[in-house]
């Protein structure tokens, strides 16, 4: 029985002993998941550091990093919460800086039902419309703000379903319970081209930018990992793929 | 009190549909607590343990797999909508049925241990009285599980008040139709309005204390006498 403990134990210590390179734990916003997924290979093949992702709304990774959520780097979907969390110093300062610019996208799971200017919205032809919460949300911000563009705010508010976040939005379209969404370009687009259903990729000029910020959380300061990780996403390989997603930059 | 009429609106819609979805599971949770208690059908085990499986999913995988079975695509989605009812997704009924399913526990078990603690005998004794089955039901067995059938309408109202997961997974968040006092207290959270999250969150905090102290205290007065 000793020996078979003192062997449980060494497996369990093991890992922590032989990692010799850093660790960096990041939150990052929704909408970034999966080019997120594809940086996060591609810099612990780069620089052999580690990256752990959690993921969540902006709203609510304020939250916990506000509450002391064990985060190094934060990745947000907007300008104005890592501008917060600076305010109230839980950042180091004159690290933020924009890692992408979101696209907005009116997307459909069928083939054929959003066209190429969005006329859709104007007719019956959905019963629900999923945006993502625009209180806490900068993607559904950007959709409300879309709608009001197009004065369709108040003929659409009965068929609007709200998705607590940008995933969960896009969750409710891919199902088929809402007919359309609005979700970011980055959940339909790879490679360049739109993955499956119908969307219409929504002119940029239709709402204020989705300017989404970077920063230096005060417990990754002294973490080699998380400043590394912060110029790889200014470096080309990253804004690469970036760009790969449909974000500007 | 910083409560606005929205959050008005989510409270009274939480009692309704805690108090519809208790009112429904009562009509079902009955009779099928009774075919539990009574049954000696290899079924009982597999459908015991149906019946159980939402105290140990998580919400997020009933709410799910609820939205995939009530989407267009789906079982369940596919039926209401050859009946010309639409999708049950995004509405009030939708969150009835998830709350059905989410709660059937809470409800069905304490009544089918009251079943099986009254034992055979009153029910033969009725049957020697030439007591119908329907009759042994309702004026024998029903009377005398009456703790039981009250701990289920308590436990169902207060567990479906506190649902939170599911109404998440199939809700929208729409006002008046999916917009609970959880998720409206979650909205409160994420907006940063901590003041009426408490106020929100306290109400429910005391309410659920003062629910299961009346069952706790009800409880203890019948162990005495």
């Known amino acids: 029985m000793r020996p078979l403990f003192t062997a449980l134990l060494l497996c369990l210590l093991l890992p922590a002993t032989s990692a010799q390179a850093g660790k960096v734990t990041v939150a990052v916003a929704a909408n970034f998941t999966a080019p997120m997924q594809a940086i996060a290979d591609a810099f612990t093949e780069d620089t052999g550091h580690q990256l752990t992702p959690a993921f969540g709304s902006t709203g609510q990774l304020y939250a916990q990093i506000s509450h002391g959520a064990p985060f190094d780097v934060f990745l947000a979907a907007d300008a104005s919460t890592p501008a917060k969390l600076e305010a109230e110093g839980r950042t180091v300062t004159g690290s ?79 199902s088929g319970n809402a007919e359309l969404g609005f979700v970011a370009l980055s959940q339909i687009y790879r490679n360049g081209e739109l993955s499956s259903g119908s969307a219409w990729q929504i002119p940029t000029a239709l709402h204020d930018p989705i300017r989404q910020d970077a920063v230096l959380l005060q417990r990754g300061a002294n973490n080699p990992a998380a400043r590394a990780l912060l110029a790889y996403l200014q470096g080309e390989r990253a804004k690469t793929i970036i760009r790969t997603f449909g974000y500007q930059l | 009190m910083p409560l606005s009429a929205a959050d008005f609106a989510a409270i009274w819609l939480t009692l309704q549909l805690a108090g519809l979805t208790t009112a429904l599971l009562l009509l079902i949770g009955t009779p099928l607590a009774w075919w539990l208690a009574r049954t000696r059908s290899r079924l009982k085990a597999p459908i015991g343990a149906l019946v159980a499986m939402p105290l140990v999913l998580p919400p997020t995988v009933i709410g799910f797999y609820l939205l995939v079975a009530m989407g267009p695509q789906g079982p369940v989605g596919a039926l209401t909508q050859s009946l010309g009812l639409g999708t049950l997704p995004f509405t009030f009924s939708g969150l009835v049925v998830g709350s059905l399913v989410y709660s059937l526990p809470f409800v069905v078990q304490p009544i089918q241990n009251a079943f099986e603690a009254m034992g055979d005998r009153p029910l033969e004794v009725a049957a020697t009285l030439r007591a119908g089955p329907f009759d042994r039901f309702v004026h024998v067995a029903l009377p005398l599980a009456r703790p039981g059938l009250i701990t289920a309408s308590v436990l169902g109202f207060a567990h479906t008040l506190g649902e939170f997961g599911v109404v998440l997974m199939i809700g929208g968040n729409i006002p008046d139709k999916t917009r609970v006092v959880s998720v409206q207290i979650f909205n409160h959270v994420e907006a940063m309005e901590y003041a009426q999250a408490h106020w929100l969150a306290g109400g429910m905090l005391v309410f659920s204390f003062v629910i299961l102290l009346t069952l706790q205290s009800r409880g203890r007065s019948r162990m005495f006498n």
Do not use: C
Request: aromatic share 8%; no cysteine.
């Open chain 1, 96 to 174: 933020r800086f924009t890692y992408a610019t979101g696209a907005l996208a009116l997307w459909s799971a069928q083939t054929g039902l959003v066209d190429a200017k969005g006329a859709v919205l104007h007719s019956d032809r959905f019963q629900h419309l999923a945006i993502a919460n625009p209180k806490t949300a900068p993607y559904g911000l950007a959709a409300l703000q879309v709608m009001q563009g197009m004065q369709l705010s108040d003929s659409l508010a009965p068929r609007l379903v709200e998705g607590q976040s940008i995933g969960q939005t896009y969750q409710f379209v891919a």
